[in-house]
T-cell receptor, first 115, second 113 residues
């Protein structure tokens, strides 16, 4: 079974640009969550989608948005990029949402550098 | 304000010895705790979890201990192996509601041969 895939793996953008990152969950998984990891920080939750609906949203500005498609694939978009948006963006999928015992499987991440 | 703290950024251990990684939390609403391991250039991998109704959970070489009164949990790896060298993240989920995990900043474990 293929794991979670994220594209692209690396990205360089300049301030003010916008970026779209993609995540394909494990087959059969309907929940997709996004996290931001910056140097010295733990993973910070961005948002969670389940069956094309946003279930939860973290404490990030409105420049960060996402969506999920009917095949469970998800995209996140960051508009008007700032230097502080440079980070590793991780996607995680699970079969269900809102269940503690449900294991999240992470993709390798997209490393975004904003110049 | 960090609700999940891993106060040791790094830990160095000899192969075969025990590795103990610690994690403290402040939010009493957390009732489910997880440990993840992360290698460079890879996403985190789930290692082991524990519910607040337990004080210990064991899986092979990995054991997690939970002390609810102290709001403290620890991950024990026995015996440590060089392949265990990675960054370990502690995470906590609140009871009911969102189940959104809060992560610590991680502890880098190096196991020397």
């Amino acid at each position: 079974k293929a794991g979670v895939t994220q594209t692209p793996r690396y990205l360089i953008k300049t301030r003010g640009q916008q970026v779209t990152l993609s995540c394909s969950p494990i087959s059969g998984h309907r929940s997709v969550s996004w996290y931001q990891q910056t140097p010295g920080q733990g993973l910070q939750f961005l948002f969670e989608y389940f069956s094309e609906t946003q279930r939860n949203k973290g404490n990030f500005p409105g420049r960060f948005s996402g969506r999920q498609f009917s095949n469970s694939r998800s995209e996140m978009n960051v508009s008007t990029l700032e230097l502080g948006d440079s980070a590793l963006y991780l996607c995680a999928s699970s079969r269900l949402a809102g269940v503690n015992e449900e294991t999240q499987y992470f993709g390798p991440g997209t490393r975004l550098l904003v110049l | 304000d960090q609700q999940v703290k891993q106060n040791s950024p790094s830990l160095s251990v000899q192969e075969g010895r025990i590795s103990i990684l610690n994690c403290d939390y402040t939010n009493s609403m957390f009732d489910y705790f997880l440990w993840y391991k992360k290698y460079p250039a890879e996403g985190p991998t789930f290692l082991i979890s524990i519910s607040s109704i337990k004080d210990k959970n064991e899986d092979g070489r990995f054991t997690v201990f939970l002390n609810k009164s102290a709001k403290h949990l620890s991950l024990h790896i026995v015996p440590s192996q060089p392949g265990d060298s990675a960054v370990y993240f502690c995470a906590a989920r609140p009871s009911g509601g969102s189940y959104i995990p809060t992560f610590g900043r991680g502890t880098s474990l190096i196991v020397h041969p």
